[in-house]
């Protein structure tokens, strides 16, 4: 069967405990997903060759699987993909260090590699461990320094059976100052822009206010920059569709995350939504002004 659509669809769920991989199993349930959580790796294959689901079928695996071993999942994966009746994907739920830690601290629960121990311990064990399983994933969501309704979002975008099978992209910004953001497919340095930090009446201001923006966008390198970002765009988006790539991650990086990347994230974002993508858009570090991890100015971030 070489076309997908008569392919019977398979997603393996994983990544370190704590990092959204139970929210994950949630959200694919609710869009019509026939989820099994923490099925042993010895059933897998009874499963896959009993009768064909009229559903998509998505397993969640990590280390409370009686026999769960890193080699034994990619062996399986690996097998699946191999396959021509199998539409075969593996989604890896990721987090950093320090968002686990918080929320190991919040929940009060104790990591399974650590049981008498503290978390950060079994954090840094099971991270370690999962090493090659993050380098064979279809699709990485890093859920740092989101809500368990933006990482249900996140999940429910990438994976909706209702709608045809389509790329999703998310552009993000961010300050260099706190590293690149994980699973970055692209990345774009705007520090050679003009910098809006250095205009008092535009310091307090962000990359999503309208001054903001037509102070970066009147640097005269700007327009030859954009453009580039549009077309390699518009060169790139629709062949990773065609490739049958599900998901695509955008990052524009500057010094401090709130003027000139911000701007550009909402530049695109809103020429790629006006052009009929699927868009999200992110501000890390906008994101950290606030509680409850919104950036909340009276608009959407």
Not at 257 to 282: F, I, P, Y
């Amino acid at each position: 069967m070489s076309d997908s659509a008569d392919k019977q669809q398979i997603l393996f769920i994983t990544g370190p405990s704590g990092a959204g991989r139970t929210t994950a199993v949630r959200a694919l349930e609710d869009i019509g997903f026939e989820v099994i959580d923490n099925l042993p790796l010895s059933l897998v294959d009874r499963l896959i060759e009993g009768l064909p689901l009229d559903r998509p079928l998505a397993l969640g695996l990590d280390v409370r699987n009686r026999d769960f071993t890193v080699n034994g999942v990619i062996s399986i994966v690996e097998k699946l993909s191999n396959d021509p009746r199998f539409d075969m994907q593996l989604l890896y739920m990721d987090c950093d260090e320090d968002g686990l830690i918080q929320r190991y601290s919040e929940t009060r629960r104790r990591h399974p590699l650590a049981v008498d121990g503290a978390p950060l311990d079994g954090i840094r064990l099971e991270r370690e461990l999962l090493v090659p399983l993050r380098s064979h994933a279809d699709v990485l969501i890093d859920t740092t320094g989101l809500s368990p309704h933006e990482a249900r979002a996140e999940v429910q975008n990438t994976f909706n059976p209702n709608e045809a099978k389509r790329l999703t992209i998310t552009v993000q910004s961010f300050s260099y100052k706190r590293g690149l953001p994980r699973g970055m497919d692209i990345v774009l340095d705007c520090r050679f822009l003009r910098n809006p930090h250095w205009d008092a009446a535009l310091r307090p201001l962000d990359g999503r206010d309208e001054a903001v923006i037509d102070y970066v966008k009147s640097d005269p390198r700007f327009d030859a920059f954009y453009s580039g970002v549009r077309g390699l765009a518009g060169l790139l988006l629709p062949a990773f569709q065609d490739e049958g790539k599900s998901h695509l991650s955008v990052g524009f990086g500057c010094t401090g995350g709130q003027h000139r990347s911000v701007a550009l994230t909402e530049l695109l974002s809103k020429s790629l939504a006006e052009d009929g993508w699927q868009v999200s858009k992110r501000h890390r570090e906008l994101e950290r002004r606030t509680p409850d991890g919104a950036a909340q100015r009276g608009r959407s971030a």
